[in-house]
Protein backbone atom coordinates (compact mmCIF):
# COMPACT_ATOMS: atom_id res chain seq x y z
CA UNK A 1 0.00 0.00 0.00
CA UNK A 2 2.67 2.57 0.83
CA UNK A 3 4.95 3.86 -1.94
CA UNK A 4 8.46 3.42 -2.48
CA UNK A 5 10.97 6.26 -1.61
CA UNK A 6 11.83 6.87 -5.06
CA UNK A 7 7.44 7.44 -5.53
CA UNK A 8 7.24 9.56 -2.62
CA UNK A 9 9.84 11.85 -3.35
CA UNK A 10 8.58 12.34 -7.53
CA UNK A 11 5.22 13.08 -6.38
CA UNK A 12 6.85 15.70 -3.21
CA UNK A 13 8.25 17.16 -6.14
CA UNK A 14 5.63 17.63 -8.84
CA UNK A 15 3.39 18.48 -6.00
CA UNK A 16 5.19 21.53 -4.69
CA UNK A 17 7.68 21.96 -7.39
CA UNK A 18 10.88 21.33 -5.71
CA UNK A 19 13.99 19.43 -6.75
CA UNK A 20 14.41 16.79 -3.59
CA UNK A 21 16.65 13.92 -4.23
CA UNK A 22 16.18 12.14 -0.55
CA UNK A 23 13.58 11.79 1.93
CA UNK A 24 15.97 12.99 4.50
CA UNK A 25 15.50 16.46 3.21
CA UNK A 26 12.26 16.34 4.34
CA UNK A 27 13.51 16.64 8.13
CA UNK A 28 13.55 20.79 7.86
CA UNK A 29 10.01 20.64 8.04
CA UNK A 30 9.18 22.78 4.94
CA UNK A 31 7.56 20.37 2.71
CA UNK A 32 5.12 19.31 5.48
CA UNK A 33 3.90 22.24 6.15
CA UNK A 34 3.59 23.13 1.96
CA UNK A 35 1.80 19.60 1.77
CA UNK A 36 -0.64 20.96 4.61
CA UNK A 37 -0.89 24.55 3.00
CA UNK A 38 -2.10 22.24 -0.87
CA UNK A 39 -4.77 20.65 1.62
CA UNK A 40 -5.87 23.97 3.51
CA UNK A 41 -4.69 26.97 1.19
CA UNK A 42 -4.04 28.93 4.59
CA UNK A 43 -0.74 27.67 5.63
CA UNK A 44 1.10 30.67 6.62
CA UNK A 45 3.81 29.96 4.22
CA UNK A 46 5.78 33.44 4.31
CA UNK A 47 6.86 32.30 8.30
CA UNK A 48 8.16 28.18 6.70
CA UNK A 49 11.46 28.15 5.32
CA UNK A 50 12.17 25.96 2.64
CA UNK A 51 14.97 26.47 2.44
CA UNK A 52 16.03 25.79 6.43
CA UNK A 53 20.01 24.86 6.64
CA UNK A 54 20.03 25.37 10.65
CA UNK A 55 18.01 23.04 13.21
CA UNK A 56 16.45 26.53 15.04
CA UNK A 57 14.82 27.30 11.52
CA UNK A 58 13.55 23.73 11.32
CA UNK A 59 11.91 23.97 14.65
CA UNK A 60 10.31 27.24 13.50
CA UNK A 61 8.78 25.45 10.93
CA UNK A 62 7.33 22.21 12.87
CA UNK A 63 5.71 25.06 14.72
CA UNK A 64 3.99 26.87 11.87
CA UNK A 65 3.01 22.77 11.41
CA UNK A 66 1.75 22.66 15.19
CA UNK A 67 -0.44 25.29 14.58
CA UNK A 68 -1.76 23.96 11.29
CA UNK A 69 -2.53 20.79 12.46
CA UNK A 70 -3.97 22.15 16.08
CA UNK A 71 -6.55 24.99 13.92
CA UNK A 72 -7.38 22.13 11.93
CA UNK A 73 -8.32 19.43 14.23
CA UNK A 74 -5.96 16.94 12.95
CA UNK A 75 -5.60 14.41 15.18
CA UNK A 76 -2.12 13.26 14.62
CA UNK A 77 1.34 13.27 16.88
CA UNK A 78 3.82 14.84 15.01
CA UNK A 79 7.37 13.63 16.24
CA UNK A 80 9.11 16.73 16.26
CA UNK A 81 12.34 15.29 17.98
CA UNK A 82 13.20 12.45 15.48
CA UNK A 83 12.23 14.08 12.62
CA UNK A 84 14.82 17.27 12.90
CA UNK A 85 17.41 15.04 12.85
CA UNK A 86 16.50 13.94 9.05
CA UNK A 87 17.34 10.49 9.31
CA UNK A 88 15.57 8.91 6.82
CA UNK A 89 13.35 6.22 8.39
CA UNK A 90 11.60 8.62 10.84
CA UNK A 91 10.67 10.81 7.55
CA UNK A 92 9.63 8.19 5.52
CA UNK A 93 7.06 7.22 8.09
CA UNK A 94 5.87 10.73 8.45
CA UNK A 95 6.09 11.24 4.60
CA UNK A 96 3.62 8.08 4.28
CA UNK A 97 1.28 9.33 6.06
CA UNK A 98 1.72 12.75 5.49
CA UNK A 99 0.98 11.74 1.69
CA UNK A 100 -2.32 9.17 2.79
CA UNK A 101 -3.76 12.20 4.49
CA UNK A 102 -2.83 14.45 1.27
CA UNK A 103 -4.92 11.66 -0.62
CA UNK A 104 -8.00 11.55 1.82
CA UNK A 105 -7.92 15.53 2.26
CA UNK A 106 -6.88 17.10 -0.93
CA UNK A 107 -9.62 19.59 -2.73
CA UNK A 108 -8.09 18.63 -6.00
CA UNK A 109 -7.73 20.99 -9.11
CA UNK A 110 -4.71 23.05 -9.79
CA UNK A 111 -2.11 24.32 -7.08
CA UNK A 112 0.28 26.89 -7.46
CA UNK A 113 3.28 25.93 -4.99
CA UNK A 114 5.81 28.90 -6.18
CA UNK A 115 3.46 31.14 -5.72
CA UNK A 116 2.03 30.44 -2.22
CA UNK A 117 5.70 30.80 -1.33
CA UNK A 118 6.10 33.47 -3.26
CA UNK A 119 8.87 32.57 -5.56
CA UNK A 120 11.05 31.83 -2.14
CA UNK A 121 14.45 29.76 -2.08
CA UNK A 122 14.29 25.87 -1.87
CA UNK A 123 17.40 24.72 -2.21
CA UNK A 124 17.45 22.82 1.10
CA UNK A 125 20.81 20.80 1.55
CA UNK A 126 21.22 17.21 -0.33
CA UNK A 127 23.15 15.98 2.94
CA UNK A 128 21.92 17.55 6.51
CA UNK A 129 22.90 17.54 9.79
CA UNK A 130 22.38 19.71 12.71
CA UNK A 131 25.06 22.19 13.17
CA UNK A 132 27.46 22.53 15.49
CA UNK A 133 27.56 18.62 16.48
CA UNK A 134 28.32 18.29 20.28
CA UNK A 135 25.83 20.97 21.44
CA UNK A 136 22.95 20.60 19.04
CA UNK A 137 22.72 17.10 18.62
CA UNK A 138 23.38 16.42 22.19
CA UNK A 139 20.29 18.99 22.76
CA UNK A 140 18.58 16.78 20.25
CA UNK A 141 19.64 13.33 21.02
CA UNK A 142 20.80 13.87 24.88
CA UNK A 143 23.86 11.58 24.44
CA UNK A 144 25.13 12.86 20.70
CA UNK A 145 27.42 15.84 22.43
CA UNK A 146 29.33 12.93 24.12
CA UNK A 147 30.11 11.13 21.00
CA UNK A 148 34.07 12.58 20.84
CA UNK A 149 34.81 12.15 24.94
CA UNK A 150 32.93 8.34 24.31
CA UNK A 151 35.67 8.03 21.55
CA UNK A 152 38.59 9.01 23.76
CA UNK A 153 37.33 6.70 26.51
CA UNK A 154 37.18 3.68 24.27
CA UNK A 155 40.90 4.40 22.85
CA UNK A 156 42.13 5.06 25.95
CA UNK A 157 40.49 1.73 26.79
CA UNK A 158 42.40 0.12 24.24
CA UNK A 159 45.81 1.45 25.10
CA UNK A 160 45.79 1.22 28.86
CA UNK A 161 45.90 -2.71 29.11
CA UNK A 162 48.90 -3.12 26.25
CA UNK A 163 51.15 -0.44 28.25
CA UNK A 164 50.52 -1.65 31.85
CA UNK A 165 51.85 -5.24 31.24
CA UNK A 166 55.06 -2.95 29.39
CA UNK A 167 55.60 -1.10 32.84
CA UNK A 168 55.03 -4.70 34.89
CA UNK A 169 51.79 -2.93 36.88
CA UNK A 170 48.53 -4.25 36.40
CA UNK A 171 47.05 -1.52 39.38
CA UNK A 172 48.91 1.22 37.33
CA UNK A 173 46.47 0.60 34.25
CA UNK A 174 43.53 -0.16 36.73
CA UNK A 175 44.44 3.46 38.45
CA UNK A 176 44.46 5.29 34.79
CA UNK A 177 41.05 3.68 33.87
CA UNK A 178 39.73 4.70 37.08
CA UNK A 179 41.16 8.33 36.46
CA UNK A 180 39.28 8.20 32.91
CA UNK A 181 36.12 7.36 34.19
CA UNK A 182 36.44 10.18 36.55
CA UNK A 183 37.12 12.67 33.99
CA UNK A 184 34.45 11.31 31.59
CA UNK A 185 31.77 11.86 34.46
CA UNK A 186 32.75 15.28 34.81
CA UNK A 187 32.99 15.54 30.78
CA UNK A 188 29.17 14.59 31.03
CA UNK A 189 28.16 16.71 33.81
CA UNK A 190 29.85 19.85 32.22
CA UNK A 191 28.13 18.96 28.49
CA UNK A 192 23.97 18.28 30.63
CA UNK A 193 25.19 21.45 32.49
CA UNK A 194 25.76 23.84 28.98
CA UNK A 195 22.25 21.53 27.42
CA UNK A 196 20.62 23.13 29.90
CA UNK A 197 21.64 26.64 29.92
CA UNK A 198 21.43 26.21 26.24
CA UNK A 199 17.99 25.17 26.22
CA UNK A 200 17.20 27.49 28.28
CA UNK A 201 17.90 30.59 26.87
CA UNK A 202 16.91 28.92 23.09
CA UNK A 203 13.48 28.72 25.05
CA UNK A 204 13.39 32.14 25.78
CA UNK A 205 14.16 33.45 22.19
CA UNK A 206 11.78 31.02 20.66
CA UNK A 207 9.00 32.59 22.93
CA UNK A 208 10.69 36.24 21.36
CA UNK A 209 10.25 35.18 17.89
CA UNK A 210 6.80 33.55 17.92
CA UNK A 211 5.70 36.89 19.55
CA UNK A 212 7.19 38.63 16.85
CA UNK A 213 6.18 36.25 14.04
CA UNK A 214 2.32 36.55 14.98
CA UNK A 215 2.57 40.19 15.72
CA UNK A 216 3.72 40.41 12.01
CA UNK A 217 0.97 38.12 10.91
CA UNK A 218 -0.95 40.45 11.77
CA UNK A 219 0.50 43.60 10.74
CA UNK A 220 0.81 41.30 7.01
CA UNK A 221 -2.85 40.84 6.80
CA UNK A 222 -3.61 44.59 7.78
CA UNK A 223 -1.11 45.40 4.72
CA UNK A 224 0.99 47.13 7.42
CA UNK A 225 4.78 46.60 8.79
CA UNK A 226 6.62 47.42 12.03
CA UNK A 227 10.52 48.30 11.37
CA UNK A 228 11.22 46.91 14.82
CA UNK A 229 9.87 43.84 14.70
CA UNK A 230 11.64 43.41 11.42
CA UNK A 231 14.69 44.13 13.05
CA UNK A 232 14.19 42.01 15.92
CA UNK A 233 13.55 38.71 13.58
CA UNK A 234 16.69 39.82 11.54
CA UNK A 235 18.50 39.98 14.77
CA UNK A 236 16.69 36.47 15.69
CA UNK A 237 17.77 34.80 12.08
CA UNK A 238 21.52 36.15 12.12
CA UNK A 239 23.65 33.43 11.77
CA UNK A 240 27.14 35.25 12.37
Known amino acids: MGESRTELIEWLNNLLQINYTKIEQCGTGGAYCQVMDSVYGDVPMVRVKMNAKHEYEFLANYKVLQNVFKAHKVDK???VDKLVKCKMQDNLEFLQWIRRFWDQNSPG???DAVGRRKGAATDTPHTI????PRVRSAASSGSGGLTAPSGAARTGGGKTPTGGPRAGSGLGGGAANAKLQEELKQ??????????ERNFYFNKLRDIEILVQNQ?????????TDD??????????KTE
Do not use: C, F, H, R
Request: glycine fraction near 6%; aromatic fraction near 6%.
Open 187 to 196: VKEDVDALEM
Open 109 to 111: GEY
Open 216 to 224: MEVLETEGK
Open 77 to 79: PIP
Open 129 to 132: APVA
Open 228 to 237: VLNSIQAILY
